[in-house]
């Protein structure tokens, strides 16, 4: 070896790329075709918009999953509060034998937001059984059986 290629830092890289049968990438070895660098910097601003974009999607993506977890999380509290204030209620006015109606009532109404919640993720679980499902078996239908 020449005391110019030992000093070269290139070197190594040069002989990974020629042994595996073809030349230095473009990105590694510069050109002075003003057209080459053209193309490469059009390309290069392409794949950093779609970068861009895809960052922007994914921010955007948990961003909702953080709503969605802070609105459960608070409709679990509100419903768990709603619950305990109901029981206190209806242990101090009347004994366990006797509920008065309207304090059952007002319980029941207390819970709604929960049982919405809990309504709308049994429906988003089964909207997603039925989804996998199709994916599964083609355009079968959850429940059919197959013919064997």
Partial sequence: M????VHDPLNFMR????????????????????????????????????????????????????????????????GQM????????TGEAAPAAAVDPSQTAFSEAAMWPWQMMQQMREQMQQMQQTAEAAAQGGAEAPGATRKK
């Fill in 2 to 5: 020449s005391n110019q290629q």
């Fill in 15 to 78: 002989n990974m790329w020629s042994n595996m049968g073809f030349s230095l990438p473009g990105m590694v070895a510069p050109t002075f075709d003003l057209e080459e660098l053209d193309k490469r910097i059009k390309d290069m601003k392409a794949v950093e918009g779609w970068l861009r974009m895809n960052l922007s999607m994914l921010q955007m993506t948990i961003q909702g999953l953080e709503m969605q977890r802070t609105t459960v999380s608070a409709v679990q509290t509100m």
């Fill in 82 to 89: 709603a619950s305990d204030t109901a029981r206190k209620m």
